[in-house]
């Protein structure tokens, strides 16, 4: 197997696997673990960082809110959470916190130490705090600082870590539950996870719910698959439904593609940010949670396919390997 390497040559697959810096790397083919190999100390027992793969998870579980009843999509926030009222976020809704087409003003530039994700990475504790910090406490009082808009609500996709912080305060509000409760009742617990998750707190003990949540490479693939088939998980007289197949079905659909809808990346033109997770129907037939730094997993539910991997590559931003994987992706499609 030959991989592009996104500069006019070419890799193999374990070239490839070195180059983009990768921890873990496995291929799930219709049930069956068909590769799996682990770098840098990693076994199938270890957590690795999921990063914004996180996103994914709050995802889904804010999905299944609406499912049950919880909340419904043309919710404003501020009915579950009125403290939002004096925010960026009052006059937005669930589906567009869920698509991430919010309006508010945020900058996720990973290189300005100054940007908002940057300074909202110390609120949140993820990130050291500097001696001289005079910024938020915690997750909850950082989102209150936003009070700015750049766009109508609905309008067009940004990507913005905090509002996926936001949707996790509004769904635990509505559910009466919080996040770690919720993500282990209604998913980690019936998908039948080989190992336990784990999830980065901030200074007040609230979960950081768009990039904290680690896990092992076996259960990120299980979740993936979860999600292809229709909520369903196990094999033959085994098989059952773990999550609801709305939600399922929902996250995997994606949106429709817009000028913009990838990000304004050139490598993703023709993807969706939908319910919180990256979408590739329209061009691969897949979905993909993803987080910085390498991680990533492929799901194709029509070939019943899952590569997942976690990774360490020291440039934050994954669009600097979307060449790579994608060829990646395609020249196992091609196997399968």
């Not at 949707?167 to 919720?182: H, I, K, M, N």
Request: contains cysteine; aromatic residues 8%.
């Amino acid at each position: 197997m030959t991989v592009d390497d996104g500069g006019g040559g070419s890799w193999t697959l374990d070239e490839m696997l070195h180059h983009t810096c990768t921890n873990g790397f496995l291929v799930l083919h219709r049930g069956q673990v068909v590769a799996e190999r682990y770098f840098n100390g990693m076994d199938r027992s270890t957590r690795h960082i999921m990063f914004s793969m996180t996103k994914t998870v709050t995802g889904v579980l804010a999905m299944a809110a609406v499912e049950s009843g919880a909340m419904a999509m043309d919710d404003l926030l501020t009915v579950h959470v009125p403290e939002l009222a004096d925010t960026a976020y009052a006059p937005v809704t669930v589906q567009q916190a869920l698509d991430m087409t919010d309006g508010i003003r945020f900058v996720e530039d990973y290189s300005d130490n100054k940007s908002d994700i940057m300074r909202y990475g110390v609120a949140m504790a993820f990130t050291p705090v500097p001696g001289n910090w005079d910024g938020p406490d915690g997750i909850h009082e950082a989102i209150m600082g936003f009070t700015e808009r750049d766009q109508l609500p609905g309008e067009s996709f940004l990507y913005k870590s905090v509002t996926t912080d936001v949707l996790s305060w509004v769904t635990a509000r509505a559910t009466g539950r919080r996040w770690v409760d919720g993500v282990s009742e209604e998913i980690w617990k019936p998908m039948g996870a080989e190992g336990d998750a784990s999830v980065i707190l901030d200074g007040r003990g609230v979960a950081v719910t768009s990039g904290g949540m680690s896990c092992t490479l076996r259960d990120l693939a299980r979740f993936g698959r979860m999600l292809a088939r229709s909520g369903r998980v196990g094999e033959g007289v085994d098989e059952r439904q773990a999550i609801p197949a709305a939600v399922a079905n929902d996250i995997a659909a994606g949106g429709t593609p817009y000028p913009g809808s990838g990000g304004g990346y050139p490598t993703r033109e023709g993807w969706t940010f939908h319910r919180h997770c990256w979408n590739l129907q329209q061009s691969m037939g897949a979905f993909m949670p993803m987080g910085v730094h390498g991680q990533r997993a492929f799901c194709h539910p029509e070939k019943d396919l899952v590569v997942a991997k976690f990774g360490a590559h020291p440039v934050t931003g994954n669009v600097y390997t979307d060449v790579s994987h994608e060829s990646l992706y395609r020249a196992i499609l091609d196997r399968c």
